[in-house]
Nanobody, 121 residues
Framework: QVRLVESGGGLVQAGGSLRLSCSASGFTFSNVAMGWFRQAPGKEREFVGTVWSGGNPYYGNFVKGRFTISRDNAKNMAYLQMNSLKAEDTAVYYC???????????????WGQGTQVTVSS
């Protein structure tokens, strides 16, 4: 059974940092791309970043060096380090696994349930 579980969300002040984690099980983790997306209330889902196993991550245009994606294949974990958070980063953040490291949601086959990040200004 495929399972992706995000954790690490919460409330943080603007300018602060959070590290989200995504625990994966039920598939060969090293064979997939791990992506992060977010969705704010009333807005469309937005691509945050993705990383292929052994590859360099790439990010959505809004990231501008504030976020870093990483993965640990030995632990079946993916991470999203978020620094210099802004109020507009408030959203539910999702990790996803797929066969292509793209910014397009439908390329990802499996999704977590999401974790809420709230940035207070």
């Amino acid at each position: 059974q495929v399972r992706l579980v995000e954790s690490g969300g919460g409330l943080v002040q603007a300018g602060g940092s959070l590290r989200l984690s995504c625990s994966a099980s039920g598939f060969t983790f090293s064979n997939v791309a791990m992506g992060w997306f977010r969705q704010a209330p009333g807005k469309e889902r937005e691509f945050v970043g993705t990383v292929w196993s052994g590859g360099n991550p790439y990010y959505g245009n809004f990231v501008k060096g504030r976020f870093t994606i990483s993965r640990d294949n030995a632990k079946n974990m993916a991470y999203l380090q978020m620094n210099s958070l802004k109020a507009e980063d408030t959203a539910v953040y999702y990790c996803a696994a797929g066969s292509r490291a793209t910014g397009w949601g439908p390329d990802y086959d499996y999704w977590g349930q999401g974790t809420q990040v709230t940035v207070s200004s």
